[in-house]
C-alpha cells in the first residue's frame, strides 16, 4: 500500500480550534445600554435576524432570552464587521442612513447606542 502524505502540516491539538474547512464560529453579544433595540426580542424579530444570517451562515442558535446568537459561517463571505451590519440592520428601529449607526472592529452602534458585538470564537469550550 502506498504512503500517506499529509496535506495539512498542522497536528491536531486538544484544547484548540482545528480548521479543517473554511468556516468560522462567530459570537453576537446583543448589549441595550440605553435602548431596546440590540436584543432580539421575540420569535418573529429572530426569524428576521435568522433570514439575514442565514445567507452567510450554515448553522446558528438565538440565545433563548435574545441576548447572543452563535453562527458557524463561511469564513470567504464574511468577518466581524460584516456579520455586526448584518444584525444590526435587522435589529435598527431608526434610520440606518445616519451617521449615530456605526460599524467598526466588530461592534455594530445603533441609533439608540444599543449595540452588537461580533466576535470570532477562539475557544469552543469556553463559551
Known amino acids: 500500500m502506498a ?13 484548540t480550534i482545528n480548521n479543517t474547512r473554511e468556516l468560522v464560529m462567530y459570537k453576537a453579544v446583543l448589549s441595550t445600554s ?13 426569524q428576521q435576524v435568522g433570514e439575514a444570517i442565514g445567507t452567510f451562515a450554515g448553522l446558528f ?3 433563548s ?32 442612513t445616519s451617521s449615530d449607526f456605526t460599524v467598526s472592529g466588530g461592534v455594530c452602534t445603533l441609533v ?14 469556553a463559551i
Open 61 to 63: 442558535q438565538i440565545k
Open 65 to 96: 432570552d435574545g441576548t447572543e446568537v452563535y453562527m458557524v459561517a463561511d469564513r470567504h463571505a464574511t468577518n466581524i464587521n460584516t456579520v455586526a451590519q448584518t444584525i444590526g440592520q435587522v435589529l435598527e428601529t431608526g434610520d440606518i
Open 3 to 15: 504512503g500517506l502524505t499529509r496535506t495539512n502540516p498542522a497536528a491536531i491539538a486538544r484544547g
Open 34 to 46: 440605553s435602548g431596546d433595540d440590540a436584543v432580539i426580542g421575540s420569535d418573529a424579530v429572530g
Open 112 to 125: 439608540d447606542d444599543s449595540t452588537v458585538t461580533v466576535t470570532v470564537v477562539t475557544d469552543i469550550e
